[in-house]
């Protein structure tokens, strides 16, 4: 099948199949590839704006039994290391966030053996009441549904007393790829793709702003890449009219160092023109999501420049903390400024968005 037709087929406003994106991906010349996903970036976001998030990414606590392959973070409930943040450690963290000129709040933590709905429901009662004005990003599908599996509870119950308490949205990671032959491999212990599926099936019921992501480049064939894609594009339609559904698509490359999956021989191999290619690949095969995101943390502020000629409108957050991808070897880091800067190098319009990809001013405070 030639290249040129299938991109104008999607330059057309049609669908691609896990085939047609397969062979974009293995046979379409670089070049080419990113001109198609920047000419639909054009479509969707026509500003030559690039929009940027400052926010902070607590983990609640790093005792999980989903026993991933690519994970450095986790540990037992026994081990020395364990815990579970405090709400002194909380506030400590908030308040240096907001005095950097965010109200953004992450909050991930894995799968916890024993802690319930109740300690949730509490934590994001504690942290609104203190402090009202933050947005709580917060548990990935994976969390919600182990945390509705310990309840005996529907993933559409979970999710309401989790917005009574103060969720404001649900970030879409624990996807990796979203197909259990890998999941099984990689992810032993964690809830199955339909889990992941059906959690964000009822937030966009619900009415929450979601985001999607991909990690990619460990097990995966490249038709399990795109078939994650269309998998995560035929939720999107099956969202309400007036939900946005998944605001944003992040994919990112698989990060090895000292994990298990690199004592099995998985090592990271993920290029950067290779990267580029699967940011223009997300953006060809995902025209009902607004919002393509390229991940410096994990491929460097270089690599993402040019994702925003590939599709990209969106860099994401200079992250005040991150802890999970930084265990296994994303070591990226940057300011507002260098942040700023890079976009205008790139050729765009730095804009600062906040979590439901809404315009601010930036904060004096950032560019002081
Ligand atoms: S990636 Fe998340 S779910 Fe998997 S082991 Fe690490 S903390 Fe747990």
């Not at 599908?141 to 309840?151: K, S, T, V």
């Not at 099936?201 to 064939?221: C, D, P, V």
């Not at 290029?271 to 991940?295: C, D, F, G, K, W």
Request: charged share 20%.
């Amino acid at each position: 099948m030639n290249t040129n037709h299938l991109l104008n087929k999607a330059l057309s406003g049609n669908n691609l199949s896990i085939t047609e994106g397969a062979i974009l991906f293995n046979k379409a010349p670089l070049p080419e590839l990113m001109a198609a996903a920047h000419e639909l970036r054009k479509q969707k976001v026509p500003s030559n704006k690039v929009t940027w998030q400052i926010d902070r990414n607590v983990n609640i606590s790093n005792i999980c039994i989903a026993g991933c392959k690519f994970c450095n973070f986790h540990c037992g409930i026994k081990d020395s290391q364990a815990y579970i943040t405090t709400l002194p450690e909380y506030k400590a963290k908030i308040d240096e966030m907001l005095t950097l000129g965010s109200e953004q709040l992450l909050l991930q933590g894995g799968l916890h053996p024993k802690l319930g709905l109740d300690f949730y429901v509490n934590l994001f009662s504690e942290l609104k009441k203190e402090y009202p004005n933050i947005k709580l990003h917060a548990l990935g599908p994976p969390e919600i549904a182990h945390i509705a599996n310990i309840e005996n509870l529907s993933y559409r119950e979970t999710i309401k007393q989790l917005v009574s308490a103060g969720l404001d949205s649900i970030p879409g990671g624990g996807a990796e790829i979203l197909v259990d032959r890998v999941r099984k491999q990689i992810s032993p212990a964690k809830p199955n793709a339909q889990a992941w599926f059906d959690v964000m099936f009822e937030a966009h019921r619900l009415g929450l702003l979601t985001t999607a992501t991909m990690m990619f480049g460990h097990i995966e064939t490249i038709e399990e890449r795109m078939e994650h894609l269309v998998k995560i594009r035929e939720l999107q339609a099956k969202k309400p009219d007036q939900a946005v559904g998944f605001s944003a698509f992040i994919c990112w490359p698989y990060q090895s160092k000292g994990t298990k999956l690199e004592q099995m021989g998985v090592s990271s191999n993920v290029t950067p023109s290779e990267y580029i290619r699967m940011v223009a690949l997300s953006r060809i095969m995902l025209p009902n999501i607004i919002h393509i995101q390229a991940s410096w943390l994990t491929v460097g502020i270089e690599t993402a420049q040019i994702c925003l000629h590939a599709g990209a409108d969106d860099l994401g957050s200079i992250m005040i903390e991150e802890n999970v991808v930084s265990s296994a070897g994303a070591t990226y880091s940057i300011n507002a400024q260098a942040m700023q800067k890079a976009i205008r190098d790139a050729g765009f319009e730095p804009q600062l968005r906040n979590q439901a990809y809404e315009h601010i001013p930036v904060p004096d405070v950032v560019n002081r």
